[in-house]
């Protein structure tokens, strides 16, 4: 039975729920700390793999996913975990947790956390992304110990492998944060199946590694790179070119993850780091979902070479590069003011601030800075805009052949729809007027005069 009574944490930490009774009604308490979990975690893994077996035995195409014997057919050629793909997934995850380790970088530190804390992170992000190509590729295409297209062979068992490995560890950092915790950012919502989704643990650590930052961004991103590079030598593994298409879409999505990594500092300041727990949602998802779902345009395209204009490269590369440009400069812009405490310009002239206050879970009141001009003045969220786009400009190569490689954007826009309601929750709820002052000031939600 579940219990009817949630325990909650200062600022949100635990996931949207109503904030101002610490008892709810037990029908909503079901719905959110039990069976909405429960359902995620029995169907997202299915979600990844049957996604991968439309793109690889029935050509990409969902609508044949959805008749009887298209879905019987994938269900016959489900991958089987192996060992072999356990020893790939546990040696790459040791191998970024060792570069993130022993790598030079400047230390960082991430904003406080509810209890007070600030977690430390160590900047080398683009130290591995280099480090970590140099070595696939020079044991790959300069030494020939495997074919570069390796991770597009054994995607299937890669995927159901790591899912099964994550499972695992999930189970393992549910039973830590309850028993040992790493910091005091840590404790039970009262209802197991919420735990176990939402995690126990806001910075979890092993030996001083913040295992956000190795997970979300060392095996997260870092795989969804090298699987892009892989995807393309497949193609070339198969007609002997790489073609267009696949380049511009590889291109903008490497460009983006170099962003990432250049940028990793600001993401210690954003949502995923700040706000949600590590349990299934974050670590399973940067995991599991993130190589299977947002890799889905350059998984397609090994099978389906196309060969674009010169015309339609260069509006795709312009319309991508512009995108990640802004989206860039809105995030930077924010975090710059913070980080001179406004002692900069926005756009030329000195930034439009209100200086908000906030108290942590200690009891000590901080204060804080909500931009109003820049990025930050057209909408709330602004930045969300051309994080779409150019996720549309690297989707858009593998034209209109079949819906699968789509689903990233379709899942792309609930999620950043999903996350702008959260955010807002999350900061009226830390900085009260302060917050309803910057919505009075700054209408709109994501597009000026539109939403
Ligand atoms: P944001 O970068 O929007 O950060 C939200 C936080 O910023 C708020 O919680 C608040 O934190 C602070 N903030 C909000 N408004 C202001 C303001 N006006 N002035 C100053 N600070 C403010 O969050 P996300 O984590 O959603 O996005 C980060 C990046 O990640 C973006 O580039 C986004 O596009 C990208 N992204 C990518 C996704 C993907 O899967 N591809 C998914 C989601 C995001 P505080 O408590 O510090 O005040």
């Known amino acids: 039975m579940v219990n009817d009574e949630v325990r909650l944490d200062r600022h949100g930490v635990t996931p949207d729920l109503p904030k101002s009774r610490s008892r709810v009604r037990g029908s909503t308490v079901f719905l959110r700390c039990f069976l909405f979990p429960l359902v995620l975690i029995a169907v997202t893994p299915s979600v990844v793999l049957l996604l991968w077996g439309c793109g690889v035995w029935l050509d990409g195409s969902l609508a044949a996913l959805v008749t009887p014997a298209g879905f019987a057919r994938v269900l016959r050629h489900l991958p089987a975990p192996s060992l072999s793909a356990a020893l790939m997934i546990c040696g790459f995850v040791l191998f970024q947790a060792v570069l993130l380790k022993l790598l030079p970088g400047r230390v960082h530190r991430g904003p406080v956390t509810p209890a007070g804390v600030r977690p430390v992170y160590r900047a080398n992000g683009i130290g591995a992304l280099l480090v970590t190509h140099a070595v696939f590729l020079g044991a790959s295409a300069g030494l020939r110990l495997f074919p570069a297209g390796i991770l597009y062979d054994r995607f299937g068992s890669l995927l159901i492998t790591a899912c099964l490995l994550c499972f695992g560890l999930c189970l393992v950092l549910y039973y830590r944060g309850l028993r040992r915790p790493s910091g005091p950012d840590a404790g039970s919502t009262g209802h197991p199946v919420l735990d176990y989704f939402w995690g126990t643990e806001l910075h979890p650590s092993v030996r001083g590694l913040d295992l956000k930052q190795l997970f979300n961004c060392r095996v997260g991103m870092m795989s969804w790179s090298l699987l892009t590079v892989s995807f393309g030598a497949a193609q070339y593994e198969r007609t002997g070119s790489v073609s267009s298409a696949m380049a511009v879409s590889a291109f903008l999505q490497l460009a983006y993850i170099l962003k990432f990594f250049y940028w990793e500092d600001g993401y210690c300041a954003t949502l995923d780091i700040m706000h949600d727990r590590f349990g299934y ?82 009891g000590e009141t901080h204060r804080s800075l909500l931009l109003y001009s820049g990025w930050w003045g057209l909408a709330r969220h602004f930045h969300y805009l051309p994080e779409f786009l150019v996720a549309l400009a690297w989707t858009l190569p593998v034209g209109h052949g079949h819906a699968l490689p789509y689903f990233y954007l379709v899942y792309l826009a609930v999620l950043l729809l999903d996350r702008c309601g959260r955010d807002e929750r999350r900061c009226r709820e830390k900085y009260g007027a302060a917050y309803e002052e910057y919505c009075q000031k700054v209408r709109w939600r994501i597009i000026p005069r539109v939403y």
């Open 281 to 362: 949602y974050l670590c399973w998802g940067v995991t599991v979902w993130l190589p299977g779902v947002y890799t889905l345009a350059g998984h397609y395209l090994v099978t389906h070479p196309r060969q674009l204009s010169w015309t339609a490269s260069a509006a795709l590369l312009l319309l991508g590069l512009t995108a990640l440009a802004l989206n860039y400069s809105a995030d930077e812009q924010k975090q710059r003011v913070r980080r001179t405490h406004g002692e900069t310009r926005v756009w030329g002239s000195p930034p439009k601030l209100i200086h908000a206050r906030f108290t942590t879970g200690d």
